[in-house]
Structure formats: C-alpha cells, structure tokens
C-alpha cells in the first residue's frame, strides 16, 4: 500500500469512528430520503435542509459498513454551505468519479477524493454512493 491509500484509508476511518452531523432531527423544513441496499444491509437516510439556495445543513442517520458510514459522514461536511447548484454539481462529480465515467478534475470534491479507488472493487460502489444519492434524492424533493 503506498502513502496515498493509506492517508485515504485513514481519512475513511476517521470518519467511520468519529462521524460528522450524524443524527436525524425532528424539524419539517428538512427534507428526508432514505435508501437501502439489501444486498449488503447498508441503510441510510439523509435529511438536507436548504435556505435561500444554500445547503444549510445535512444530516444522516443509518448502518453499514465504513465505507458506507463514512462517506455519509464526508459527504455532509462536504456539502454544507455551499450554493445548491454547486452542491448537486459535487456530487455529480463524485458519483461520475466512482462509476469509472468522465468526470471533471477540476471541481473540488475535498475529502470525497479519497473513494477515488473505491471503482477498483464494483461491489463497494453502491456502499459509497449510497448517501449521495439519498442527498440527490432530498434536492428532488425539496424543488
């Protein structure tokens, strides 16, 4: 294992052990998708709270394996504050960046980059997508 995968392995585990805005919150103006693999059992709800265009505020709540956990966790500190176009542009990014399809390198995915070598094992793809998708699935919701 080189120097990079193992900082990115260590970023993934970080926030595996110690997630960021983790928790659902009882609040109506939060809008609230939840998905859930059977294959594997990850089962994640993202609840996204947006005001005057501006991702204000993402939370999640769930279980699954790290990878799956820790990219809700990456994936909300991402996000948050950040203009919603931009928001639904990163994310789009990433989900291109895990499927192997063209993707802009020059929008910054921050932490995200880490799950770049996550395309390397295609049953983990859906495990680090997962919450991203349910992040897209609470803009569609809120429009």
Known sequence: MNDLELLYRQVIMEHYKNPRNKGLLDDPTYKAVRIKNPSCGDDIT?????EN?????????????????????VMSETLIGKLKEDAMTITETYLNMLTNKEFDTNVDLEEAIVYRGVNKFPAR???ASIAWKAFEGTIEESE
């Open 46 to 50: 993202v609840q996204t709270k947006v």
């Open 125 to 127: 793809i859906k495990c």
């Open 53 to 73: 265009g501006v991702i204000k505020d993402i939370r999640y709540d769930g279980t699954g394996c790290s990878i799956c956990c820790s990219s809700a966790s």
